[in-house]
Protein backbone atom coordinates (compact mmCIF):
# COMPACT_ATOMS: atom_id res chain seq x y z
CA UNK A 1 0.00 0.00 0.00
CA UNK A 2 0.99 3.40 -1.11
CA UNK A 3 1.22 6.16 1.68
CA UNK A 4 3.42 4.46 4.43
CA UNK A 5 7.10 6.11 4.53
CA UNK A 6 9.92 5.80 7.34
CA UNK A 7 11.61 8.47 8.20
CA UNK A 8 14.71 9.22 10.38
CA UNK A 9 14.16 13.04 12.29
CA UNK A 10 16.31 14.44 14.48
CA UNK A 11 13.99 16.22 17.11
CA UNK A 12 14.41 18.70 20.13
CA UNK A 13 11.94 17.87 22.72
CA UNK A 14 11.67 20.57 25.61
CA UNK A 15 10.86 19.21 28.97
CA UNK A 16 9.86 21.23 31.99
CA UNK A 17 11.85 21.28 34.93
CA UNK A 18 9.67 19.41 36.85
CA UNK A 19 9.57 16.55 34.65
CA UNK A 20 13.50 16.30 35.23
CA UNK A 21 13.45 12.78 37.58
CA UNK A 22 12.16 11.16 34.81
CA UNK A 23 13.35 13.17 31.46
CA UNK A 24 12.43 9.37 29.43
CA UNK A 25 9.00 9.32 30.23
CA UNK A 26 8.35 13.13 29.53
CA UNK A 27 10.09 12.74 26.34
CA UNK A 28 7.41 9.71 25.64
CA UNK A 29 4.66 11.59 26.49
CA UNK A 30 5.43 14.32 24.44
CA UNK A 31 6.12 11.94 20.79
CA UNK A 32 2.59 10.16 21.88
CA UNK A 33 1.14 13.56 21.44
CA UNK A 34 2.28 13.18 17.93
CA UNK A 35 0.19 10.02 17.45
CA UNK A 36 -2.86 9.58 14.63
CA UNK A 37 -2.72 13.17 14.44
CA UNK A 38 -2.05 14.99 11.20
CA UNK A 39 1.57 17.31 11.45
CA UNK A 40 2.75 19.62 9.20
CA UNK A 41 6.20 19.02 10.31
CA UNK A 42 6.21 15.17 9.18
CA UNK A 43 3.36 15.84 5.80
CA UNK A 44 1.37 12.74 7.14
CA UNK A 45 0.44 11.18 10.43
CA UNK A 46 2.52 9.64 12.97
CA UNK A 47 1.80 5.96 13.27
CA UNK A 48 4.58 4.79 16.00
CA UNK A 49 8.11 5.69 16.68
CA UNK A 50 11.03 4.33 18.46
CA UNK A 51 13.81 6.87 20.14
CA UNK A 52 17.37 7.06 20.79
CA UNK A 53 18.39 10.16 22.96
CA UNK A 54 21.75 11.79 21.13
CA UNK A 55 23.20 13.04 24.32
CA UNK A 56 23.32 12.53 27.93
CA UNK A 57 23.11 15.90 28.33
CA UNK A 58 20.31 18.56 28.27
CA UNK A 59 20.27 22.30 27.07
CA UNK A 60 18.31 25.13 29.49
CA UNK A 61 16.58 27.41 27.82
CA UNK A 62 16.69 30.83 29.11
CA UNK A 63 13.30 32.62 29.33
CA UNK A 64 9.96 33.26 31.81
CA UNK A 65 10.13 29.41 32.04
CA UNK A 66 13.12 27.78 31.66
CA UNK A 67 12.78 24.55 29.91
CA UNK A 68 15.46 22.14 28.74
CA UNK A 69 15.90 20.74 25.37
CA UNK A 70 16.75 17.09 24.79
CA UNK A 71 18.28 15.79 21.41
CA UNK A 72 17.19 12.49 19.83
CA UNK A 73 16.88 10.92 16.86
CA UNK A 74 13.40 9.44 15.69
CA UNK A 75 12.71 7.15 13.49
CA UNK A 76 8.75 7.27 12.58
CA UNK A 77 6.27 5.27 10.34
CA UNK A 78 4.34 8.30 9.09
CA UNK A 79 0.81 7.88 6.92
CA UNK A 80 0.77 10.55 4.37
CA UNK A 81 -1.83 9.87 1.66
CA UNK A 82 -1.79 11.60 -1.27
CA UNK A 83 -4.39 12.41 -4.91
CA UNK A 84 -3.68 9.32 -7.26
CA UNK A 85 -2.49 7.27 -4.38
CA UNK A 86 -3.70 3.30 -3.56
CA UNK A 87 -4.65 2.62 -0.85
CA UNK A 88 -6.67 -0.31 0.93
CA UNK A 89 -9.47 -0.42 3.19
CA UNK A 90 -11.81 -2.54 5.17
CA UNK A 91 -15.33 -2.06 3.74
CA UNK A 92 -17.50 -1.33 6.85
CA UNK A 93 -21.22 0.19 5.19
CA UNK A 94 -22.35 0.19 1.69
CA UNK A 95 -25.13 2.21 0.50
CA UNK A 96 -26.27 2.42 -2.79
CA UNK A 97 -24.72 5.73 -2.96
CA UNK A 98 -21.51 4.92 -0.87
CA UNK A 99 -18.98 2.65 0.35
CA UNK A 100 -17.50 3.27 3.29
CA UNK A 101 -14.58 2.02 5.00
CA UNK A 102 -11.76 2.30 7.05
CA UNK A 103 -7.87 2.63 6.48
CA UNK A 104 -5.19 1.10 9.06
CA UNK A 105 -7.50 1.20 11.56
CA UNK A 106 -8.26 4.60 11.85
CA UNK A 107 -8.90 7.02 9.29
CA UNK A 108 -12.12 6.76 7.56
CA UNK A 109 -12.80 6.62 3.89
CA UNK A 110 -15.74 7.21 1.49
CA UNK A 111 -16.59 6.05 -1.88
CA UNK A 112 -19.28 8.31 -4.03
CA UNK A 113 -21.70 6.50 -6.24
CA UNK A 114 -20.02 8.68 -9.26
CA UNK A 115 -16.28 7.34 -8.11
CA UNK A 116 -17.88 4.31 -8.11
CA UNK A 117 -17.31 1.76 -11.93
CA UNK A 118 -20.34 1.15 -13.91
CA UNK A 119 -19.85 -2.70 -14.19
CA UNK A 120 -20.51 -2.67 -10.22
CA UNK A 121 -24.64 -3.16 -9.54
CA UNK A 122 -25.64 -2.17 -6.00
CA UNK A 123 -27.94 -5.01 -4.70
CA UNK A 124 -29.72 -5.71 -1.26
CA UNK A 125 -28.98 -9.27 -0.48
CA UNK A 126 -30.56 -10.97 2.92
CA UNK A 127 -31.12 -7.32 4.45
CA UNK A 128 -26.90 -5.88 3.42
CA UNK A 129 -26.21 -4.35 0.35
CA UNK A 130 -23.21 -5.72 -1.65
CA UNK A 131 -22.15 -4.19 -4.94
CA UNK A 132 -21.78 -7.01 -7.45
CA UNK A 133 -19.64 -7.01 -10.94
CA UNK A 134 -22.59 -6.99 -13.93
CA UNK A 135 -19.30 -9.14 -16.02
CA UNK A 136 -17.88 -11.61 -13.29
CA UNK A 137 -20.79 -12.63 -10.71
CA UNK A 138 -18.32 -13.71 -8.13
CA UNK A 139 -16.96 -10.23 -7.73
CA UNK A 140 -18.67 -8.80 -4.98
CA UNK A 141 -17.90 -6.34 -2.67
CA UNK A 142 -19.41 -6.34 1.20
CA UNK A 143 -19.20 -5.18 4.29
CA UNK A 144 -15.76 -6.98 5.82
CA UNK A 145 -14.35 -6.89 2.65
CA UNK A 146 -11.11 -5.49 1.63
CA UNK A 147 -10.61 -3.24 -1.32
CA UNK A 148 -7.77 -1.31 -2.98
CA UNK A 149 -8.96 2.22 -4.37
CA UNK A 150 -7.63 5.59 -5.22
CA UNK A 151 -7.28 8.66 -3.54
CA UNK A 152 -9.08 11.47 -4.76
CA UNK A 153 -8.15 14.06 -1.98
CA UNK A 154 -8.03 13.80 1.85
CA UNK A 155 -9.01 16.62 4.59
CA UNK A 156 -5.91 16.86 7.03
CA UNK A 157 -7.98 18.07 9.81
CA UNK A 158 -10.44 14.92 10.31
CA UNK A 159 -8.36 12.46 8.64
CA UNK A 160 -11.16 11.63 6.27
CA UNK A 161 -10.27 10.41 3.04
CA UNK A 162 -12.07 10.54 -0.27
CA UNK A 163 -11.68 7.76 -2.49
CA UNK A 164 -12.26 6.31 -6.23
CA UNK A 165 -12.55 2.77 -7.54
CA UNK A 166 -12.43 4.09 -11.66
CA UNK A 167 -9.25 2.81 -12.58
CA UNK A 168 -6.86 5.35 -13.82
CA UNK A 169 -4.70 4.57 -16.53
CA UNK A 170 -2.03 3.63 -15.12
CA UNK A 171 -3.15 0.25 -13.35
CA UNK A 172 -2.63 -2.34 -14.88
CA UNK A 173 -5.04 -4.77 -14.17
CA UNK A 174 -8.04 -3.08 -12.41
CA UNK A 175 -10.24 -6.18 -11.36
CA UNK A 176 -8.84 -8.99 -9.57
CA UNK A 177 -10.00 -11.33 -7.45
CA UNK A 178 -9.21 -11.37 -3.81
CA UNK A 179 -10.16 -14.47 -0.97
CA UNK A 180 -13.97 -15.07 -0.65
CA UNK A 181 -14.17 -13.64 -3.83
CA UNK A 182 -14.20 -10.14 -2.75
CA UNK A 183 -13.29 -7.18 -5.39
CA UNK A 184 -10.24 -5.15 -5.70
CA UNK A 185 -8.25 -3.14 -7.72
CA UNK A 186 -4.92 -4.08 -7.68
CA UNK A 187 -1.76 -2.95 -9.51
Known sequence: ??????????????VHPSQSKNVDKAILRELSSLLFK???????????????PQDKCARILS??????GVRLRA?????????NMLLEGKVVKITRESIHCIVLGFSSAIITDENIRNELKYK???GE?????R????????????????????????LHISGSLIPAKYWKCPLVMLPCHEIGLIE
Open 1 to 14: MEGLSKSDANLIVY
Open 38 to 52: YSQAFDGVVLAYSVD
Open 63 to 68: GVHPYF
Open 75 to 83: NLLIFSPKP
Open 124 to 126: AKH
Open 129 to 133: GVYVS
Open 135 to 158: YHKRHVIKVGAVIRFEVKSLDEEI
